[in-house]
């Protein structure tokens, strides 16, 4: 439809503009310093997994799953062999794919 | 109407410009799947896939409303402004007009007009709607983030206040929007099409609703 009409333009003020802009400056503000805390923390985190997951390792007399003897007693006494019926009944879960494509 | 002897009976007003229905666009189709979505991760009707699935929506969904929100106010400054002058000016007329809930209970109910305050471009119940959709519409956005971005990062204290507060507030909105915005809107179906399509209606069919905006906030194109 033709219109012959609009509605006059908006003059922004100055307490109204400082209003914007300050609204704008803390939700930038506000966002920026979450995504580099989060980021810190996130960097933190990994690193101190890293070296707990290498304190471990050094600690371990037996490295692989393989070698581990009370494994392969196990396997050896109740699920037969490593992917056996029985081996995958118990210890197999389901796989859910949630990735957003 | 008096304001009529000023224009003509075919007299248009553009009323809702391309970045506004645009946006209004956004806000359909990226709040309404993620408020529907919601209920469903809520309740946990399907099954562990219909699970992931409604996931999927309900962050497609709220991506595209934080978007639209963030674009809007980037590069709509002025309609930003327009709108909070609006929501945020309260006059004698906007009690009276609660006082008769503008009319609508009387109409709906009765079939019987009795006369409301004139308004501008939106009326009180509007703009008490407007209040609690720009704050709430926050609220919901952030602690959304956080959910979203930053659950295994905060305090379990913290991820559980936020967790409630989204629930709660965006539950309350979507009860808003659905039992009252939508309804109403679909009710004055000429404001409705004309927000949905090209933006413009009849300056006639606007006149009862609006007729301190026809009067001081409108101008003819040279």
Request: charged letters at 20%; proline letters at 4%; hydrophobic letters at 45%.
């Amino acid at each position: 439809m033709k219109y012959n009409y609009v509605e006059k333009a908006v003059q922004i003020t100055r307490r109204e503009f400082i209003g914007l802009a300050g609204v704008a400056a803390a939700a930038l503000w506000t966002g920026a310093y979450a995504v580099t805390d989060l980021v810190e923390d996130r960097n933190k985190y990994i690193k101190m997994r890293m070296a707990g997951l290498y304190k471990d390792d050094e600690k371990q007399a037996v490295r692989q799953s393989h070698n581990n003897k009370s494994l392969m007693q196990m396997y050896g006494k109740l699920a037969g062999k490593p992917m056996s019926p029985l081996a995958e009944e118990l210890f197999h879960t389901q796989y859910v794919n949630r990735m957003i494509s | 109407m008096n304001i009529l002897k000023t224009f003509d009976i075919q007299d248009v007003v553009l009323k809702h410009t391309l970045p506004v229905r645009l946006f209004h666009w956004c806000l359909v189709l990226g709040f309404l799947p993620a408020g529907i979505t919601g209920i469903v991760l809520f309740l946990r009707p399907f099954s562990s896939e219909g699970m992931h699935l409604a996931m999927q929506i309900h962050i497609l969904g709220a991506g595209l409303l934080t978007l639209a929100c963030i674009c809007f106010f980037i590069f709509q400054p002025g309609r930003v402004v327009s709108f909070w002058r609006e929501i945020f000016s309260w006059t004698k007329n906007d009690i009276d007009w609660m006082k008769v809930s503008g009319g609508y209970p009387q109409k709906i109910l009765f079939g019987k007009e009795i006369p409301v305050p004139p308004m501008r471009k939106i009326n009180s119940g509007q703009k008490l709607m407007g209040i609690f959709v720009f704050f709430a519409g926050i609220v919901v956005i952030l602690t959304g983030c956080i959910l979203y971005v930053a659950l295994p990062l905060v305090p379990k204290e913290i991820a559980w206040y936020t967790d409630k507060i989204h629930l709660i507030v965006g539950m309350c909105l979507l009860v808003a929007v659905c039992g009252g915005h939508i309804p109403l809107g679909i009710y004055n179906w000429k404001e409705f099409i004309c927000m949905f399509g090209d933006g413009t209606i009849k300056i006639k069919d606007i006149v009862k609703h609006n007729p301190l905006w026809i009067e001081q906030d409108i101008e003819k194109i040279k």
